[in-house]
């Protein structure tokens, strides 16, 4: 008898393929959930980080017998974001005014001297600055030869290429910043004639998350209008 005759085999085809699908659909599920729980994690954690003490000393303001309350708990919380919230807008002002930049400028400077802490402070600020609208850094995302003529890298596209540069080429030119995976702070400095470049569609914040997640992490595809 072959095996499509027995009558067990026959049996267990459609329960494998519910098992299958099930699999198949919490799998999906996970995947779906995984970025939420992690992201929470991550808030929770930064939040417990910094403002662990502060919540401290505000529990200590409230009498001892409302402490464990449910409420309690969930008021001086909110309470604490709220008056992070106002201490990160105050900062904010004072960046907008020349003192505030100087004392801030300074108290950078300090932090850059320090050995071990200049470089992780320099490369977050880096990531951060990259990933600021309001920063100037990484204008648009390009394709550039490098680093052979028959391959292609992840470019950004800094600002207009140096005069002189165009003088001696006799070429538009751009600065093209190439990074390196997965740590995009450090990588090369291009001077790239504009007619060599291929620019693309995506954005600079999809483009760093590309490099950073070495290309595991790919922007979603844009309709083709043509269709």
């Not at 402490?67 to 309690?72: I, K, M, N, Q, S």
């Amino acid at each position: 008898m072959s095996t499509n005759d027995n009558p067990s085999s026959i049996g267990n085809t459609p329960r494998l393929g519910v098992w299958k699908r099930t699999q198949a659909n919490l799998l999906a599920g996970l995947i779906l959930l995984l970025p939420l729980l992690i992201t929470i994690f991550v808030l929770s954690w930064v939040f417990d980080l910094v403002a662990g003490p502060a919540f401290h000393l505000l529990e200590k303001s409230v009498p001892l017998e409302w402490r464990e309350g449910t409420l309690t708990q969930f008021l001086l919380k909110v309470g604490l974001i709220v008056l992070f919230t106002a201490f990160i807008l105050v900062l904010g002002t004072l960046t907008r005014f020349v003192f505030g930049r100087r004392i801030f400028g300074g108290l950078e400077n300090v932090i850059l001297t320090i050995p071990g802490i200049s470089r992780l402070y320099g490369g977050v600020k880096q990531i951060i600055d990259a990933f600021s609208a309001g920063q100037a850094g990484f204008r648009r995302v390009v394709l550039v030869r490098f680093p052979t003529e028959t391959s292609w890298s992840i470019g950004f596209v800094t600002r207009e290429g140096l005069e002189e540069a165009e003088r001696r080429l006799g070429r538009k030119v751009l600065n093209v910043f190439v990074p390196t995976t997965p740590n995009p702070t450090s990588g090369f400095l291009l001077i790239v004639p504009e007619d060599d470049l291929i620019p693309l569609e995506m954005t600079v914040e999809q483009g760093i998350k590309l490099v950073i997640s070495g290309g595991t992490v790919s922007p979603p595809a844009r309709p083709d209008p043509l269709r």
